[in-house]
């Protein structure tokens, strides 16, 4: 589905990802996990290029993306993201905010948009409050909303940037849940997450990264039990003993 190749990204002289490679397959989850300015969110919004690589290759379905020969609007329909500020229309209710981005971007009608949105947000058990703004939901409603809301472009890949940082910890499950459904499920996800637990039991692969570079990835079970790199074994044995 999405190949990474030697990619790069520097803002001015500070190199915040330095020759990343990795291939995401159709229906895989994976975990990118990490400190703190590792350089992980930046690689997603580098694949969605909400961030302009400063160099390297990502291709898409075999084709180059930051090529001549693709079409930067039509793969940026083909991936979902979801943020961990949620990044609601706050003026828009539930319904609303699942149905804006289909109509603008896919261009389908209202009506086609909202039975769309329908589907997803009872997929994701937020099918009861499409009159409600987001000022009246709390965080981990606000999140599946979310995760409605990019669903509904029914992306082939969907990327999640920390989407439980912003929740308390009450809420945290709800969403896991959701995610764990999709998993299932058969979507493609690309996963930044702090939840050590969602990582090791829901992803197919996990990428530990540190200081710009991919130090070591593989199944959850040899990353988790028998991780191979010094840093790897050093960051969860503080992740693990703070959680």
Do not use: W
């Amino acid at each position: 589905m999405i190949e990474i190749n030697h990619l790069r990204k520097s803002f001015g002289d500070r190199e915040i990802l330095k020759d990343i490679d990795f291939r995401v397959d159709p229906g895989e989850v994976i975990s990118i996990i990490g400190a703190s300015g590792s350089g992980k969110s930046t690689l997603l919004r580098c694949i969605n290029l909400l961030e302009t690589p400063s160099g390297g290759e990502i291709l898409y379905k075999g084709k180059n993306i930051l090529g001549e020969e693709m079409s930067i609007h039509a793969y940026r329909t083909k991936l979902g993201m979801v943020f961990q500020q949620f990044n609601l229309f706050e003026n828009h209710n539930v319904l609303s905010n699942c149905v804006v981005g289909q109509m603008k971007v896919l261009k389908k009608t209202r009506k086609e948009a909202e039975v769309t949105a329908l589907k997803y947000l009872k997929v994701v058990g937020m099918d009861q409050y499409v009159n409600a703004k987001p000022k009246q939901l709390s965080g981990g409603q606000k999140q599946r909303v979310a995760i409605a809301r990019a669903l509904s472009m029914e992306p082939d890949v969907l990327l999640f940037d920390e989407p439980t940082s912003a929740l308390d910890p009450e809420m945290v499950g709800e969403v896991l849940k959701v995610m764990k459904d999709l998993a299932e499920a058969g979507l493609t996800m690309i996963v930044v997450t702090h939840e050590m637990a969602f990582a090791r039991d829901v992803s197919d692969r996990v990428i530990f990264m540190d200081d710009g570079v991919i130090v070591e990835e593989g199944h959850p079970r040899d990353i988790f039990n028998a991780p191979k790199e010094e840093r790897t074994k050093a960051f969860l044995q503080r992740t693990l003993k703070e959680n």
